[in-house]
């Protein structure tokens, strides 16, 4: 039974899905990228931010975010901590969202504060099926 759950972890499908999730987060991460720096203007006067230069650095970043994303995925082997880097980096987003959204006020608008909130939800999910995917495999 034991070498048959060994197969079951690190099977083809496993890996499917460990990769499937990267890659989803990059998708993911290289959208909202586009959209904050094709949108920087108007975000920025909607989330009541000081300067459109802070949207556009935040999209490069999330863009060269899904780059490394996707090459991860790409990889023959998946490097376990390659996944767990992600998985790290997803949960330090869904930290710095709830500070910024708990205690942002003065610095972002109430719609600035529920996009963050939603956004944290999605990376949090994206964070979740990454670390699933790296313990079964």
């Given at each position: ?89 997803d949960l330090l987003w869904v930290a710095a969202s709830i500070v910024l959204v708990v205690f942002g006020e003065p610095l972002l608008s109430s719609a600035g504060r529920v996009v963050v909130a ?20």
């Open positions: 039974e034991r070498e048959q759950r060994t197969q079951m972890l690190t099977s083809p499908s496993t890996r499917s899905a460990l990769r499937t999730a990267l890659r989803a987060n990059a998708s993911f991460s290289a959208l909202c990228g586009f959209i904050a720096m094709a949108a920087a203007r108007p975000l920025t006067d909607l989330f009541a931010l000081e300067h459109a230069w802070i949207l556009m650095g935040l999209g490069a970043v999330l863009i060269a975010y899904a780059a490394a994303l996707t090459l991860t995925s790409l990889r023959r082997e998946v490097h376990s901590g390659l996944v767990g880097a992600a998985v790290f980096l939603a956004l944290a939800v999605f990376v949090g999910l994206f964070g979740l099926w990454q670390f699933d995917g790296l313990r079964r495999s």
